[in-house]
């Protein structure tokens, strides 16, 4: 039966660690990124979005930026999905 289910999506959320996380901006508000949004694509290759919050302050509102093409930021993508992939298969069921 595994075979033929169709999934689709996978998906986990990064916390980027301190020494990784940079600024960027979007409509005039200067935005920390905190957070990134890695998807295992059909193919097999990752796609990655980067969320975080207003440098201001309060909630701002929640939109995606690009990742920087920066190798340290490329490893922690493969490093976090391919953690993740060992998580996903010691899952012990539903509760």
Do not use: C
């Not at 916390?15 to 905190?34: K, N, Q, S």
């Not at 193919?43 to 969320?51: I, N, Q, S, V």
């Not at 201001?56 to 922690?76: H, I, M, N, Q, T």
Request: no cysteine; glycine share 10%.
């Amino acid at each position: 039966m595994s075979g033929d289910l169709e999934v689709s999506a996978l998906a986990i959320n990064v916390t980027i660690p301190e020494e990784l996380r940079w600024t960027d901006t979007r409509r005039g508000e200067a935005f920390t990124l905190t957070t990134l949004n890695v998807r295992l694509l059909p193919d097999g290759r990752l796609a990655a979005k980067a969320y975080g919050r207003p440098v201001a302050g309060g909630r701002g509102a929640y939109v995606s930026f690009p990742v920087p093409d920066r190798p340290e930021l490329a490893d922690l993508i493969a490093n976090a999905a391919g953690r993740a992939g060992v998580l996903w298969a010691a899952h012990r069921g539903l509760d």
